[in-house]
């Protein structure tokens, strides 16, 4: 394991590691600063998002225990850019007396959609009918029950999209079971296909002895399996479904134990109610809005909520923030200029790059505007999103 020069703090200030080296790590180097705490990544290379912007760096793997045991020791506390690191490697650097928040007994609610299926329902938790399927005949009789289409999900593994199916019947659904492999320990959910009005995420920060606060609900929205806005608040969420989301979404929290960032993500049904989809124990992309257009961001409230500081303001303050991400297009270069072209166009408009290399559909920054006409917020946001992407030229 190797490392680019060792972070160094004042004098009774903390060291937080953080496991992974993607565009999530990299947005926690800003608050850190402005913290005054040190800040350490496990990366795999120089060339990763996070290791551009942190000082300190080690190289090394999530999956290795020996890499784990050295990038923790100096840091005070560890968290994660990810949640890939296996639930055995995590018991023992708990076991060996290493802080880790959230900690593993947590963090598998995030890893296992069935573990987290089961703990949800446990505590009252609204959420889609669901199915653990072990043998592919229980989807006869789960399908009859809950209706075709089903989404059918690995348990472990998927993400942004991925290990997610919606089949239309049983036929298809067994043989994407017969031609699919599971990754190692995962199994198959089976859950109903819900009929929503919007997908909404709730993002709680929740330190380690139980202060929480709660962000406003915002809407998402999904372009094959990728977040590509994020509009907050919630457009036509009523007050009362506001706060049974955030209500909702402090519950997960206090029954899972997490400690840091939670999101929670949800459907709201056309009936009304609100259900529980997807966790994330970490800062998140629904969240990204919050560095401009909350009074403190969701990267400080990660960071105060890991070394158990006070919480911070996690209010608004404008009427609506809309995020865009800038995925990569076709073409390779070019963005530097496109951003300034968009900041020429666009004073008000703030622009975050991850430093990573172009490919079609990754994600490679986003743009946030804030003000209080959220028709010309969402017309401002997409064209920069879209110029930046190449598919707007003018």
Same mark, same amino acid.
């Given at each position: 394991?190797?490392?680019?020069?060792?972070?160094?703090?004042?004098?009774?200030?903390?060291?937080?590691?953080?496991?992974?080296?993607?565009?999530?790590?990299?947005?926690?180097?800003?608050?850190?600063?402005?913290?005054?705490?040190?800040?350490?990544?496990?990366?795999?290379?120089?060339?990763?998002?996070?290791?551009?912007?942190?000082?300190?760096?080690?190289?090394?793997?999530?999956?290795?225990?020996?890499?784990?045991?050295?990038?923790?020791?100096?840091?005070?506390?560890?968290?994660?850019?990810?949640?890939?690191?296996?639930?055995?490697?995590?018991?023992?650097?708990?076991?060996?007396?290493?802080?880790?928040?959230?900690?593993?007994?947590?963090?598998?609610?995030?890893?296992?959609?069935?573990?987290?299926?089961?703990?949800?329902?446990?505590?009252?938790?609204?959420?889609?009918?669901?199915?653990?399927?072990?043998?592919?005949?229980?989807?006869?009789?789960?399908?009859?029950?809950?209706?075709?289409?089903?989404?059918?999900?690995?348990?472990?593994?998927?993400?942004?999209?991925?290990?997610?199916?919606?089949?239309?019947?049983?036929?298809?659904?067994?043989?994407?079971?017969?031609?699919?492999?599971?990754?190692?320990?995962?199994?198959?959910?089976?859950?109903?296909?819900?009929?929503?009005?919007?997908?909404?995420?709730?993002?709680?920060?929740?330190?380690?002895?139980?202060?929480?606060?709660?962000?406003?609900?915002?809407?998402?929205?999904?372009?094959?399996?990728?977040?590509?806005?994020?509009?907050?608040?919630?457009?036509?969420?009523?007050?009362?479904?506001?706060?049974?989301?955030?209500?909702?979404?402090?519950?997960?929290?206090?029954?899972?134990?997490?400690?840091?960032?939670?999101?929670?993500?949800?459907?709201?049904?056309?009936?009304?109610?609100?259900?529980?989809?997807?966790?994330?124990?970490?800062?998140?992309?629904?969240?990204?809005?919050?560095?401009?257009?909350?009074?403190?961001?969701?990267?400080?409230?990660?960071?105060?909520?890991?070394?158990?500081?006070?919480?911070?303001?996690?209010?608004?303050?404008?009427?609506?923030?809309?995020? +865009?991400? &800038?995925? @990569?297009? !076709?073409?390779? /270069?070019? $963005?530097? #200029? *496109?951003?300034?072209?968009?900041?020429?166009?666009?004073?008000?408009?703030?622009?975050?790059?991850?430093?990573?290399?172009?490919?079609?559909?990754?994600?490679?920054?986003? +743009?946030? &505007?804030? @003000?209080? !006409?959220?028709? /010309?917020? $969402?017309? #401002? *946001?997409?064209?920069?999103?879209?110029?930046?992407?190449?598919?707007?030229?003018?």
């Amino acid at each position: 394991m190797t490392s680019s020069v060792d972070a160094h703090v004042a004098p009774g200030f903390p060291v937080v590691g953080v496991i992974g080296g993607g565009q999530l790590a990299r947005m926690l180097q800003q608050p850190a600063i402005a913290l005054g705490v040190g800040l350490r990544v496990l990366a795999t290379s120089m060339q990763e998002s996070a290791a551009q912007a942190v000082r300190d760096v080690r190289l090394g793997n999530h999956d290795d225990l020996d890499d784990l045991r050295r990038f923790a020791a100096g840091c005070d506390v560890i968290t994660f850019d990810h949640e890939h690191v296996p639930p055995l490697l995590l018991k023992t650097l708990e076991d060996e007396g290493v802080a880790v928040r959230p900690g593993g007994r947590a963090l598998v609610h995030a890893q296992d959609k069935i573990i987290m299926r089961e703990a949800l329902t446990a505590a009252g938790v609204p959420c889609p009918r669901w199915a653990a399927i072990d043998e592919v005949e229980q989807l006869e009789a789960f399908g009859a029950e809950a209706g075709w289409p089903l989404v059918l999900k690995t348990s472990r593994g998927g993400y942004d999209g991925r290990g997610v199916w919606v089949v239309g019947s049983y036929a298809e659904a067994s043989a994407l079971i017969a031609s699919t492999a599971l990754n190692p320990g995962a199994r198959w959910l089976a859950e109903e296909k819900v009929d929503f009005v919007q997908e909404l995420s709730a993002q709680v920060a929740r330190s380690p002895h139980g202060q929480a606060v709660a962000y406003p609900v915002v809407r998402t929205v999904q372009t094959n399996g990728i977040c590509t806005e994020v509009v907050a608040p919630a457009p036509g969420l009523t007050d009362d479904e506001a706060v049974a989301a955030q209500q909702a979404a402090l519950t997960v929290a206090k029954a899972l134990e997490v400690v840091g960032m939670l999101a929670v993500e949800m459907f709201e049904t056309r009936d009304g109610r609100v259900l529980v989809n997807e966790l994330a124990m970490r800062p998140h992309n629904s969240g990204h809005w919050s560095i401009d257009g909350a009074v403190t961001s969701q990267f400080e409230n990660h960071l105060r909520a890991v070394l158990d500081l006070p919480l911070g303001d996690p209010s608004a303050i404008a009427p609506y923030a809309v995020m +865009v991400n &800038v995925l @990569g297009g !076709d073409k390779e /270069d070019g $963005l530097y #200029r *496109a951003y300034l072209h968009c900041m020429a166009r666009d004073p008000g408009l703030k622009i975050h790059m991850y430093g990573k290399d172009v490919r079609p559909g990754r994600k490679l920054g986003h +743009v946030t &505007v804030v @003000g209080d !006409d959220l028709d /010309d917020l $969402l017309g #401002r *946001a997409h064209h920069a999103a879209g110029y930046l992407t190449g598919v707007i030229d003018e």
